[in-house]
T-cell receptor
């Protein structure tokens, strides 16, 4: 079946260090979305990428969508303790209405 | 208002109980979703409603029964659950289905269900 894998599964960093999570889909996606889920919370939408090779920035966060529309990445510059949580990518394979969530990367930031 | 509300926040039930989870949104969204999330796992899609009609059922056991009474409300009726059904149940909504580019999904805070 369709799978979306993320690596790493878990990462802990010192505050101020950078962090990257990678998202890989077994099928081509029409778009990719990123969500953040704080501990004990629910997924909150961060951004959507649609075009092949697209790059978007939100303050310290940089999102990329691969040229083949099968992978994506999220890079956080100079992490802060407020960045703690699990980051999920989620994509729609073409011709489906289902949003398939990636396996998630849990980020821990130590002060 | 970009809020999706869910009640109750926590629910403990026995295997013989019947209970219902409720979800409400007032954003005018016409697609609503139920997800199940186990600890340290991604949300798993259960059901999707589009314009109050069931559009997707991800082969969910019949002990879970969804209902969409109107465009703002979504219920999940629970009966004869098993302990392995304990999880966080998330409701979400989006503008519509069937678009070339999918819409953002707005998630509710979830109901944390424990089945004894």
């Amino acid at each position: 079946g369709q799978q979306v894998m993320q690596i790493p599964q878990y990462q802990h960093v010192q505050e101020g260090e950078d962090f990257t999570t990678y998202c890989n889909s077994s099928t081509t996606l029409s778009n990719i979305q990123w969500y953040k889920q704080r501990p004990g919370g629910h997924p909150v939408f961060l951004i959507q990428l649609v075009k092949s090779g697209e790059v978007k920035k939100q303050k310290r966060l940089t999102f990329q969508f691969g040229e083949a529309k099968k992978n994506s990445s999220l890079h956080i510059t100079a992490t802060q303790t407020t960045d703690v949580g699990t980051y999920f990518c989620a994509g729609n394979p073409y011709n489906t209405d289902k949003l398939i969530f990636g396996t998630g990367t849990r980020l821990q930031v130590f002060p | 208002d970009t809020e999706v509300t869910q009640t109750p926040k926590h629910l403990v039930m026995g295997m013989t109980n019947k209970k219902s989870l409720k979800c409400e949104q007032h954003m005018g969204h016409r697609a609503m979703y139920w997800y199940k999330q186990k600890a340290k796992k991604p949300p798993e899609l259960m059901f999707v409603y589009s314009y109050e009609k069931l559009s997707i059922n991800e082969s969910v056991p019949s002990r879970f029964s969804p209902e969409c009474p109107n465009s703002s409300l979504l219920n999940l009726h629970l009966h004869a659950l098993q302990p392995e059904d304990s999880a966080l149940y998330l409701c979400a909504s989006s503008q519509a289905l069937g678009r070339e580019i999918s819409d953002t999904q707005y998630f509710g805070p979830g109901t944390r269900l424990t089945v004894l």
